[in-house]
């Protein structure tokens, strides 16, 4: 805590003075201030001008006002933006493996997920974005499991979303888990997903429950299942160049900041999830203009049924050992 107090007076005075700060970090995403990933992003700038006491000023812009999707990734690269937490199926150009996380299902629980990320599995996914050397793998920060919405037929059985058009993520695990019920996948960036739903470019979607409601999705969807379906999940992405130009002290400040901005990131995840559950159940009760549909055993093992056709699609692409070797994580 002292240290903390040192480093923020120190921060403050070096503002005040006028002194320019050795290194500027721009930290773009495309989500609200208030989701986990936001929280966590502004938690980052705090702790890292703490700790390098104000020589990195880092500036968040998130709500894809610096970059959108597909572009953040090429702005980092060039090195215009220096650090990035894009959801994991956005790395599918980069890494096709990544779409690992995309496989519905494919998790238990948090506790097995986190297994993954943090085990064997995840290293081998981080290296596959260490070996194109232009960015640096950090750490997994967490959104949650996903659900359907709808402004369609309310989504029980898989075969209540045949004909129907679904916004995507850039992912062709996502593509085909939509194909494979029937829809039809379209992927547009997170920052038109509300007017799409709101004119009717696609009639459903798939979000984990903190996106779907800081973006307001359940104004513009009459019907929200708890299908926990699959998994939506970011992995941190510093620039290479940026990384290498920063003096080794200055990278272990970095590294000790994202070390706790991670733990706080998951822990924020876990409790907006059930905070953000409550809001959409009073906001359903109160305006009657959202249902929330929650699945039987047996409805969900259709659904498992029906998905378990996507991961032969992928074992050439993923790796059939990575996919079982996540599977079989404790
Ligand atoms: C999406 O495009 O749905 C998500 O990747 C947005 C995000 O960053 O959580």
Do not use: C
């Not at 990575?322 to 404790?330: F, M, R």
């Amino acid at each position: 805590m002292k240290k903390l107090v040192i480093g923020t007076i120190a921060a403050a005075m070096m503002a005040t003075a006028g002194l320019a700060a050795d290194y500027v970090m721009k930290v773009s995403h495309v989500v609200s201030d208030s989701t986990p990933k936001g929280k966590a992003a502004i938690f980052l700038e705090k702790r890292i001008e703490e700790l390098t006491a104000g020589k990195i000023d880092v500036q968040v812009f998130p709500n894809s006002q610096l970059y959108g999707d597909g572009e953040e990734m090429k702005a980092l690269v060039m090195d215009n933006v220096q650090l990035i937490m894009p959801s994991l199926s956005k790395f599918t150009s980069i890494a096709p493996e990544m779409q690992l996380f995309d496989l519905p299902f494919l998790f238990r629980d948090k506790a097995h997920l986190y297994n993954v990320m943090d085990g064997e599995v995840g290293n081998i996914l981080k290296s596959k974005i260490d070996a194109k050397k232009q960015m640096i793998a950090l750490d997994y920060w967490d959104a949650g499991f996903k659900h359907f919405s709808t402004n369609a037929k309310p989504i029980v059985l898989p075969e209540d979303a045949a004909g129907h058009k679904y916004r995507i993520q850039s992912s062709k695990v996502l593509e085909a888990q939509f194909k494979a019920i029937g829809g039809n996948p379209q992927v547009l960036p997170f920052s038109e997903v509300y007017s799409a739903l709101q004119q009717g470019v696609v009639d459903g979607t798939e979000n984990p429950l903190s996106n779907f409601y800081t973006k307001k999705f359940n104004e513009v969807q009459t019907s929200l299942t708890l299908s926990s379906h699959g998994y939506l999940g970011y992995l941190v992405v510093m620039s290479d160049r940026f990384w290498k130009k920063l003096p080794a002290d200055l990278q272990a400040k970095v590294s000790q900041a994202m070390k706790e901005a991670t733990a706080f990131e998951r822990e924020e995840s876990a409790v907006e999830d059930a905070k953000i559950m409550e809001s959409l159940r009073a906001y359903a009760k109160d305006t009657n203009k959202l249902e929330i549909i929650e699945l039987t055993a047996d409805q969900k093992a259709q659904w498992k049924k029906v998905m378990a056709t996507v991961y032969p699609k992928f074992y050439d692409v993923i790796g059939e050992d990575l996919i079982q070797k996540a599977i079989d994580a404790k």
